[in-house]
């Protein structure tokens, strides 16, 4: 399978983060986070459209310590975890991912995790005002030491090709800006 767009802006955010150096935050690599919907992964027959709640999962990668020389690698592996959420392994993964969260300071990795909104049209709604000309999330981190970013679709007239909003402890992030490889992708 190919890796989407998304797959492969996630993996840029993977990849700087695993760069970093220990000697920035005590952390070494990165165990990263992503929100996968559920209706149709966590229960078979797939939830109907009429159900009434949210269903997602956190499901978290295997440690990264340093990135691979492909970009590809970490974007497959991104894209497949995903893909691989299903009704038998959604439980094992909520409990792993659930241990991560709550033993963030005391695992050895950073951990972070992203929430894509990047498919939903925020620029259509119009509840008689208008359209928005922008949208954000109004957020900060939980713990001061799991990261996340929301992955957004760009502003109309953008010529870019989505908004990501990072939280982070200042130190990490600063050490993320000054990755060229980040910065490439990221503006």
Partial sequence: ?????????????????????????????CVYG??????????????PESYAGNAFLLTFTQPLDKPSDDPLTEASIIHNLVRGVTPQSWLGQFGRSISILLNSTTIEERTFFTSSWYRFPLYEADFG???????????????????????????????????????????VLQALLENSEFRSFFH
């Fill in 1 to 29: 399978m190919v890796p989407t767009a998304l797959d492969c802006m996630q993996s840029q955010i993977w990849r700087g983060l695993s760069s970093i150096p220990s000697s920035v935050d005590c952390k070494k690599g």
């Fill in 34 to 47: 992503l929100v996968a919907e559920g209706r149709s992964r966590m229960h078979d027959p797939a939830l």
């Fill in 129 to 171: 005002y208008g359209k928005p000309i922008l949208s954000i999330v109004n957020g900060s981190s939980s713990t001061a030491h799991a990261g996340y970013a929301i992955i957004m679709p760009p502003r109309p007239g953008s010529d870019y090709l989505a908004s990501v909003q990072i939280v982070l402890v200042p130190e």
